[in-house]
Nanobody, 119 residues
Framework: QVQLVESGGGLVQAGGSLRLSCAASGRTFSSYAMGWFRQAPGKERAFVAGLTFDGSKTNYADSVKGRFTISRDNAKNTVYLQMNSLKPEDTAVYYC????????????WGQGTQVTVSS
């Protein structure tokens, strides 16, 4: 059974930084893509960032390009989201997503971690 457990959310002022972590278990972590999504109040869940099984390719939502960085440590079965220059509009519940292939498509979800950016 695939399990994804996020950590690192919290309250930060605009312009600040946070790093989210997602620890995965239940399958061969290094064989699958990983990603991050977010859901703001009253909005649908939206893609934030993703990377391939080996971390060689990444992609980002336009709204976070240049500010957020996704990375993974396959030895630790962990994926990260470094968030810099945070804005109030980044406030959301952030979800770790487990890929169903090595290159994308997501079928597994963590429980979410709240990120709140104050102005």
């Amino acid at each position: 059974q695939v399990q994804l457990v996020e950590s690192g959310g919290g309250l930060v002022q605009a312009g600040g930084s946070l790093r989210l972590s997602c620890a995965a278990s239940g399958r061969t972590f290094s064989s699958y893509a990983m990603g991050w999504f977010r859901q703001a109040p009253g909005k649908e869940r939206a893609f934030v960032a993703g990377l391939t099984f080996d971390g060689s390719k990444t992609n980002y939502a336009d709204s976070v390009k240049g500010r957020f960085t996704i990375s993974r440590d396959n030895a630790k079965n962990t994926v990260y989201l470094q968030m810099n220059s945070l804005k109030p509009e980044d406030t959301a519940v952030y979800y770790c997503a487990g890929g169903i292939t090595a290159y994308g498509g997501y079928g597994y979800w963590g429980q979410g971690t709240q990120v709140t950016v104050s102005s």
